[in-house]
């Protein structure tokens, strides 16, 4: 599995509002997503996805928070990916950094896909997704 961290470069707008959640620390940190192994790393010029809360469309039965995703106002400049020496039960077998650039875009908002359960949702125990699926039954006979 790879940690991808995509961060701000220096000098980049909105540093004086980036903070962490749980402390309200300052950070360059834009956003993060783990990548399977076999997948490709990003490259200069992705642009990560962005997730919007269109309020008047929220339905919490069928959304999580987001509504919508787009095509993010950063873009990937410069990546450096970092792998462990000795990959020998390390978590990951790559920590990659991308570096990002503002660069604002009118990029259409898509609606979210319908939420993909699966026996993977319930760490892979199958007890609990099956009874996912009865409940789900009996919920779409009331």
Known sequence: MKYIIFRADEYQPGADERMLQHTQAMTNILTEHYSGSGCD??????????????????????????????????????????????????EFDSIVICYCKYAPINSPLKPMPDRQVSVHSFGGDTDKYQEYLNSQKVAATV
């Open 41 to 90: 790393i990003p490259e200069p010029g992705y642009r990560p996805t962005e997730y919007v809360q269109v309020e008047s469309l929220h339905n919490p039965s069928k959304h999580g928070y987001s509504t919508h995703y787009r095509d993010g106002d950063w873009v990937v400049d410069r990546v450096q990916e970092y792998i462990p020496d000795l990959p020998i039960g390390a």
